[in-house]
Structures are given as structure tokens and as C-alpha cells.
């Protein structure tokens, strides 16, 4: 059964330009990331969050297959960053392993920004 969705997600903050922002909705922290690494060059992080996706190790692809039964169409990237932001990685980390493990053909993408470990 997909999670509901939550009315706050979380903020995110660039520490290298004092951005700070609210996001609603788990993917809408990707979109502000790549919007602020496009025009900065800057990495933004979550600060907090208000999601209860937990995971129990820092290793992407395992995390992304704890996930997964969670959630049907795929695990929103946003909710991943976030539950392995906790665990100390950073959003631009996350989104480097998934493109490795997509290229490697470990995972798919059953929606836009949305991941499953094949």
C-alpha cells in the first residue's frame, strides 16, 4: 500500500548561499536541488524532515529495496535522499549512486523520479 502524502515534507538549506526552503512534497526537494545546482553550483541538503521513511544503512540500493515494498510505483527520489539523509548522506551522493545503479541496470524508474531496484 503507497504512503500518504504528507501536507509538509521538509526544508532544505544551502549552507554556501544561506538558501533555505519548505518543500511539500518528498520530490519536490529533487527539483529544488537541481534547480539550485544548475544556477549555483551548489549542493543542497535536507535540514530536516518531516517524512517517516527510515532506513537502516547508508548504502543506497539496499535502502532504495527496503523501501520499495512501501511504496508500488516506485519509491520518490525525494523520500530516498531524505531517509539516507539521516544516515549522513547527502542528496547529491544519492542521486550519483541511482544513476550508477541505473546504468548498471540494477534498478528502474517505473515513474519519473520515482525507483525500483529490479
Same mark, same amino acid.
Given at each position: 500500500?503507497?504512503?500518504?502524502?504528507?501536507?509538509?515534507? *521538509?526544508?532544505?538549506?544551502?549552507?554556501?548561499?544561506?538558501?533555505?526552503?519548505?518543500?511539500?512534497?518528498?520530490?519536490?526537494?529533487?527539483?529544488?536541488?537541481?534547480?539550485?545546482?544548475?544556477?549555483?553550483?551548489?549542493?543542497?541538503?535536507?535540514?530536516?524532515?518531516?517524512?517517516?521513511?527510515?532506513?537502516?544503512?547508508?548504502?543506497?540500493?539496499?535502502?532504495?529495496?527496503?523501501? *520499495?515494498?512501501?511504496?508500488?510505483? *516506485?519509491?520518490?527520489?525525494?523520500?530516498?535522499?531524505?531517509?539516507?539523509?539521516?544516515?549522513?548522506?547527502?542528496?547529491?551522493?544519492?542521486?550519483?549512486?541511482?544513476?550508477?545503479?541505473?546504468?548498471?541496470?540494477?534498478?528502474?524508474?517505473?515513474?519519473?523520479?520515482?525507483?525500483?531496484?529490479?
Amino acid at each position: 500500500m503507497e504512503r500518504e502524502k504528507s501536507a509538509h515534507a *521538509g526544508a532544505l538549506a544551502c549552507p554556501t548561499c544561506d538558501f533555505h526552503t519548505t518543500v511539500a512534497e518528498p520530490n519536490d526537494a529533487i527539483e529544488c536541488y537541481r534547480r539550485h545546482r544548475s544556477v549555483t553550483g551548489h549542493a543542497i541538503a535536507w535540514e530536516r524532515t518531516a517524512l517517516d521513511a527510515a532506513v537502516e544503512t547508508d548504502d543506497v540500493e539496499t535502502a532504495l529495496d527496503g523501501l *520499495g515494498d512501501e511504496y508500488g510505483e *516506485g519509491v520518490p527520489l525525494g523520500v530516498l535522499t531524505a531517509a539516507l539523509a539521516e544516515r549522513g548522506v547527502t542528496i547529491e551522493e544519492t542521486l550519483d549512486a541511482i544513476y550508477a545503479l541505473r546504468m548498471e541496470g540494477a534498478i528502474y524508474e517505473p515513474r519519473d523520479d520515482r525507483v525500483l531496484v529490479v
